[in-house]
């Protein structure tokens, strides 16, 4: 028979479950209904097809996709840094490191994870962007090249750390049945365990790029406020959280088309996140039933 104490306990858990489930159906509906209200004014066409994004000037133009391609510009930089490093350091800590040295350096790499992200905005503004300065002259002060190098530093953790316990958890008869057909340890490692991990890695790196996706403070400081519909990382761009934070810092009278932006922005932003994160979902509940 369930006793008092339990019972409270199991209420407690479901009260703090439903006020997740709440909080999170609360952003839904404002954010809705907030952007009803702006397409309401504005041609939901021209909002994904318009190649301009000006709503705080004189000619309002409400195309978001220069805002797009600039966090999808800067994520994809800090992917190319973060799964090469990232992938290697899962890869050795797993097959080459003793336990000691994993028990030491996992931690201290998770310590990148916790670092304030407007420690890395400055980071990047004043040490990377001058250091490729000499390198590239033409690199502008306000660029997506040294915030996505920043970026993919921030979100090494993410993708080694979940890496490795993939890594971990394949059954060790693989291991040995490539080491019983003349495989070394590198052949092992990248083709026989990191292919049977495949399914943990892969859910890695969708949870790190949807962090890097919903960055602020970095791309903020170090990446300009110029909506540019390039490819070059070069230039200074703006990214859909760089755009909020501007709009936020109560310049723009509320209840205006232009305040209104930052919902149609904000509800972008938590299309791909949240598609990201059910697909990442999707993966691991497939790599579970895989090893039971």
Not at 22 to 46: D, R
Request: charged share 15%; net charge positive; aromatic share 10%.
């Amino acid at each position: 028979m369930v006793s008092v104490k339990e019972r409270i306990i199991e209420v407690i858990l479901f009260l703090c479950s439903l006020l997740t489930v709440l909080i999170t159906l609360g952003i839904i509906v404002i954010l809705a209904s907030e952007t009803f209200n702006f397409f309401s004014k504005v041609s939901i066409i021209e909002f994904f097809t318009e190649t301009e994004w000006t709503p705080l000037f004189a000619n309002k133009k409400f195309g978001i996709l220069p805002l797009v391609c600039g966090t999808l510009l800067v994520t994809v930089i800090a992917i190319l840094v973060a799964l090469p490093l990232g992938l290697t350091i899962a890869v050795y800590l797993n097959e080459y490191a003793n336990q000691k040295f994993t028990a030491v350096v996992k931690p201290l790499l998770e310590i990148l994870a916790a670092i304030p992200t407007v420690v890395y905005g400055f980071f990047a503004l004043t040490f990377v962007t001058p250091l490729l300065q000499r390198v590239l002259p033409n690199l502008s002060g306000f660029n997506a090249l040294s915030a996505g190098l920043v970026m993919g530093v921030m979100i090494i953790p993410y993708i080694s750390s979940l890496s490795e316990d993939a890594l971990r958890a394949v059954p060790k008869s693989l291991r040995e049945a490539a080491y019983g057909m003349g495989s070394t340890r590198l052949q092992t490692a990248f083709k026989v365990m990191v292919p049977a991990a495949s399914s943990g890695i892969i859910v890695s790196v969708i949870l790190a790029i949807s962090r890097a996706i919903g960055e602020t403070m970095i791309v903020a400081i170090a990446a300009g406020q110029e909506p540019k519909l390039t490819l070059n990382p070069l230039t200074s761009l703006e990214t859909i959280t760089t755009y909020i934070v501007q709009v936020s810092m109560g310049d723009v009278p509320r209840n205006s088309i232009e305040y209104s932006t930052i919902f149609s922005a904000g509800i972008t932003l938590f299309i791909f996140t949240f598609l990201l994160n059910n697909i990442s979902f999707v993966i691991k509940r497939k790599y579970h039933q895989k090893y039971e």
